[in-house]
């Protein structure tokens, strides 16, 4: 019950957001839009069996996504502007024990230095990254350097 009424919190302030204007009218029939909605989104994630997985290293995770944006940013830039920084590739991932592939694969997934492109059990991601080095978030998620 605490995830359908998540994903319909999230869903109807997502409505409000990109409506014109906020009329009981409006807001009525974007709660019944959102309700179908999340009740879908449950529906989708119960059927999958999906988790999000451990919390390990989450904290540090969070600690180093903001960095891992701005770094990788400015390296988007840097590969844009000039042929001669665009190296990368695929590459594993392994991550460090107890840390949910889920919520690390969309956490990497949100910079743009590098995306999951799947995830095998066991705690392994394939990334697509843009540079061969790894980044503070992927040192937090593995306990790369610790």
Same mark, same amino acid.
Do not use: C
């Given at each position: 019950?605490? #995830?359908?009424?998540?994903?319909?919190?999230?869903?109807?302030?997502?409505?409000?957001?990109?409506? !014109? *204007?906020? !009329?009981?009218? #409006?807001?009525?029939?974007?709660?019944?839009? /959102?309700?179908?909605?999340? +009740?879908?989104?449950?529906?989708?994630?119960?059927? *999958?069996? /999906?988790?999000?997985?451990?919390?390990?290293?989450?904290?540090?995770?969070?600690?180093?996504?903001?960095?891992? +944006?701005?770094?990788?940013?400015?390296?988007?830039? =840097?590969?844009?502007? *000039?042929?001669?920084?665009?190296?990368?590739?695929?590459?594993?991932?392994? +991550?460090?024990?107890?840390?949910?592939? /889920?919520?690390?694969? /969309?956490?990497?997934?949100?910079?743009?230095?590098?995306?999951?492109? %799947?995830?095998?059990?066991?705690? %392994?991601?394939?990334?697509?990254?843009? #540079?061969?080095? =790894?980044?503070?978030?992927?040192?937090?998620?593995?306990?790369?350097? %610790?």
């Amino acid at each position: 019950m605490l #995830e359908l009424l998540l994903w319909w919190g999230v869903l109807l302030l997502l409505n409000t957001v990109f409506i !014109s *204007s906020v !009329s009981p009218l #409006e807001m009525a029939v974007g709660g019944g839009v /959102a309700l179908l909605g999340a +009740l879908g989104a449950v529906a989708v994630r119960r059927a *999958s069996g /999906a988790t999000p997985g451990g919390p390990a290293r989450l904290a540090r995770a969070l600690w180093a996504f903001p960095w891992t +944006l701005l770094a990788d940013t400015g390296r988007l830039a =840097l590969a844009v502007a *000039s042929p001669a920084h665009r190296r990368g590739g695929f590459r594993t991932v392994r +991550l460090a024990p107890g840390t949910g592939a /889920a919520w690390g694969a /969309a956490l990497l997934s949100s910079t743009p230095g590098a995306y999951a492109v %799947e995830s095998r059990d066991g705690g %392994e991601l394939t990334v697509h990254a843009m #540079e061969d080095q =790894l980044s503070s978030l992927e040192r937090a998620l593995t306990g790369a350097g %610790e």
